[in-house]
């Protein structure tokens, strides 16, 4: 099992890196007609609080066919920690489709598969977990220019296992 989760590390450390790579060879040359088409965004997330700490980092990147359809995919890397509780490390990447109804509204489906990683603190003898959670994002929002605001609804929803405390989650989506 340890052997697993290690090549899987592996797997999404070497997708991010080629990712990251892509978009700075990209940045370095002359635009293809490929190149013309792709857009960059993500997201980065932060919070702390008493004894708590979360860092979330999830570059994407989408590739318009037209001005109605795009197909993307993004990679996820989060950590959080609450002090004397759990350490987890949750990464992942996630396949996105978009569709504009009319240039103002937006609908999404997005797939995203992460890998939980959780350690409990010993002294609350709670076993670590390690899993992968699954979600699937059906979403509707205002689009105006390179933003989207809008909410977005996880059918796969599991209390036990997701990561979001709710099915239901705002969301503000940025492309260059």
């Known amino acids: 099992m340890k052997l697993f989760l290690s090549i899987n590390k ?38 702390f ?12 990147a989408i590739y318009e066919f037209d001005d109605s359809f795009a197909l993307g995919l993004g990679v996820n890397a989060t950590f959080n920690n609450q002090k004397n509780v759990y350490k987890s490390t949750i990464l992942g990447g996630s396949l996105i489709g978009l569709y504009n109804v009319i240039p103002e509204l937006q609908l999404s489906a ?41 909410v977005r609804y996880d059918v796969l929803y599991d209390v036990e296992k ?4 709710d099915p239901w989650a705002p969301f503000v989506r940025f492309y260059f």
């Open 10 to 47: 592996k797997i999404t450390f070497i997708l991010t890196v080629a990712f990251l790579s892509i978009i700075n060879v990209n940045a370095q040359g002359p635009k293809s007609e490929f190149w013309s088409h792709v857009r960059y965004g993500g997201g980065i997330g932060l919070s």
């Open 49 to 60: 609080g008493d004894g708590f700490f979360s860092g979330t980092l999830a570059p994407s």
């Open 110 to 150: 997005e797939f995203e598969q992460l890998n939980v990683n959780r350690r409990y603190d010993v002294n609350l003898n709670i076993p670590d977990d390690n899993y992968w959670s699954p979600a699937l994002f059906f979403g509707i929002g205002y689009r105006s220019g390179n933003v989207t605001f809008g």
């Open 162 to 165: 997701s990561i979001y405390s």
